[in-house]
């Protein structure tokens, strides 16, 4: 073999080599690129599940939110009519225990109309005024004591000041025009007086 023929041998051999490296180059470039769509695929299918997951619980909070809010307005409309109810018969309980003096009043001036006897009539009334007191009283209502006491604005108001001769009345009370009540710890009504001076 001639020193040309050996040359030509080497580059063909050469050209073959980088024929086969280029094919290599291009085939595993073919392999790979399948190898990256696939992990781009299940990038893409982790994220839709995602997306799928996080859309069903935002479904399930919203559906938790309207039902908690329907609940609530429920429970508002009803607490606000067993509240009106409340104040609407709050005081049936003492008039219930009123009827009671009420029939006795009856009973009184039904009798006023037959009777001869004064006494019998002002005895009567006297019962029934006992009765009603101890209505009250059992209500938590009492009377505020006024006659002879300082003046007490928390409790007191003074109408007008009559002169007195005893110096002991000076700035007491001498007179209650209209009687004063509490109920438990609480003024319903100051009672209206007279005050020494």
Known sequence: MSKKHKKEDI?????NQQTTST???????????????????????????????LTT???????????LTAEFDNYR??????????????????????LPVI??????????????????VKEGISL???KFNDFLKAKGVKEIDAIGKELDTDLHEAITKIPVQDDAQKGKIVDVIQKGYMLHEKVMR????VVGE
Do not use: C, H, W
């Open 77 to 98: 409309k009803r607490t606000l009519k067993e509240k009106a109810e409340l104040i609407k018969f709050a005081s049936e309980e003492v008039l219930k225990d009123l």
């Open 11 to 15: 580059e063909q051999e050469q050209v």
């Open 57 to 67: 619980q935002l479904e399930e909070m919203k559906d938790k939110y309207l039902r």
């Open 190 to 193: 100051f009672s209206k007086v």
């Open 103 to 120: 029939d006795d009043l009856d009973r009184a001036l039904k009798a006023i109309e037959t009777a001869n006897d004064i006494n019998a």
């Open 23 to 53: 094919e290599n180059n291009v085939t595993d470039s073919n392999t790979q690129a399948p190898q990256g769509d696939a992990q781009q695929t299940e990038a893409s299918q982790a994220n839709d599940d995602k997306v799928a997951e």
């Open 128 to 130: 029934i005024v006992n």
